[in-house]
């Protein structure tokens, strides 16, 4: 059986891998998607703040200022085409002293050189007609009503859902450990000693993006993890903005912000703390505090009763602190696609055709594929339907009447989808569904997914995992314990 040459792999499947793969799936090629977890999403696109960014942070000499404006603008067809959640429900920076209101001018002037539309110096009281729970000691601000919030890891699955209905292909449980190079292209080789042959590679890995870079003998750099906590509030919190709310930024983040997620939570976060651990994702109490008490300046009724969660992010962050994404000068039809910290998310449909037009001008074949298509299904949600939807609905398929998570509404059939589309692990299942988002964090329903996980698939109660890997919920022994396929003791 001769072997397969991709024409090219895209290393690191989450939001920026998926959003190259689904580009190039537009063409007559063959693309190998390539991914060290167990499931797409798994690493720095799980754990961010879902903003689709103003335009206004950063002066437009920088590329990623470029990037997130034209990305920006391309999200309102991506959610017809993909039916991820997403609102411009606009951002707004909120100053507390004259001093800051110097720095808000600074941004508007950039959201101005980037031709962002809408941008709006604000004095206080149209601060506070744009939102009323704001600290009244506000003394103006900066408006952006093309800003908005998506929900990330929904974003990159139907990328993916996308990208694999076009033809790509995807490895996971792909960790790189080695590359070679010869005349027919690359030899891409994992850590279980899979391998993937193609002529053209992109390195989107994230925060192990100097590391793949080091493993195909290409550029030297090196990516800094920066840590950013979050906590969320329930969706009943008195705090819930209208907006997404920023303080005046500094030189090293964009500060604590305050985030009306798009399904209905608040989020408070993040901090950035630069570390050398690309694995530490831990929270602590002191930054709790510190996230309260900087959100609270901004929105004094943000209570701590309110948490139902907390969790961390790692982004990848370059000494440059702009995206580097350009054709290799010492790798032969290697493209680097690193640094892609915040604004990379509202960047990345830009991010995909910018290395579109890249891997073009180092000479591979572009010809677009006729039977491309941009559309994926709608999977119906009943947490959005109305009560008559609903009764449709069930008519047809009675396990959307089933609701195995109480908190977010989240029915059997949903489930069932997400295992259909190959999220068989627990996380991937919340990631797919929203299910053990909610208030009881899955102290309801995780017995029941996982029942349905071993209904549909088969797999034996000791072979689920929350996150692959080493994170099996039991393992057949405890002690002297034997536990059964079905989860019980023997």
Known sequence: MSKIIFDIAIIGAGVVGAAIARKLSSYNLEIALIEKECDVSFGVSKANSGIIHGGFHHGSEYLKSKLEVQGNRMFDQLEQELHFPFRRCGIIVAAFSIEEMKTVEQLYLNGIANKVVGIEMCNRSRMLSLEPKLNTDVVGGLYAPAGGIIEPYRFVFSLVESALKNGVKLFTEFKVVSAEHNSEGYTVISENGNIVHSKWAVNASGLFADEISNIFNAEKFKITPRKGEEFLLDRNSAA????????????????????????????????????????????????????????????????????????????????????????????????????????????????????????????????????????????????????????????????????????????????????????????????????????????????????IVQRETGLRYEDITKRGKDSWLIEDRIGDIKVNSYGSVE
């Open 240 to 451: 819930r903005t209208e907006h997404v709310v920023f303080p005046v930024p500094d030189h090293v983040s964009k500060g604590i912000l305050i985030i009306p997620t798009v399904e209905g939570t608040t989020m408070l976060g993040p901090t950035a703390i630069p570390q050398d651990s690309k694995e530490d994702v831990s929270t602590t109490s002191v930054n709790l505090g510190m996230v309260f008490s900087s959100a609270r300046r901004m929105v004094p009724s943000i209570s701590q009763r309110d948490i139902i969660t907390s969790f961390t992010g790692l982004r990848p962050v370059l000494e440059s602190g702009d995206f580097y994404i350009d054709i290799s000068k010492k790798q032969k039809h290697f493209i680097q696609v690193a640094g892609i910290q915040s604004p990379g998310l509202t960047a990345v449909p830009a991010i995909a055709e910018y290395v579109k037009d890249l891997v073009k001008k180092d000479g591979l074949i572009l010809t677009e594929k006729s039977s491309y298509d941009p559309d994926i299904e709608k999977l119906p949600r009943m947490r959005t339907l109305n009560p008559e939807e609903a009764d449709v609905l069930i008519q047809d398929d009675p396990s959307f009447g089933e609701i195995v998570c109480r908190c977010e509404s989240v029915s059997e059939a949903e489930i069932v989808a997400a295992v259909k589309h190959g999220h068989t692990t627990l996380d991937g299942i919340k990631f797919y569904t929203r299910a053990q988002m909610g208030r009881c964090q899955g102290g309801f329903c995780t017995d029941r997914i996982i029942k």
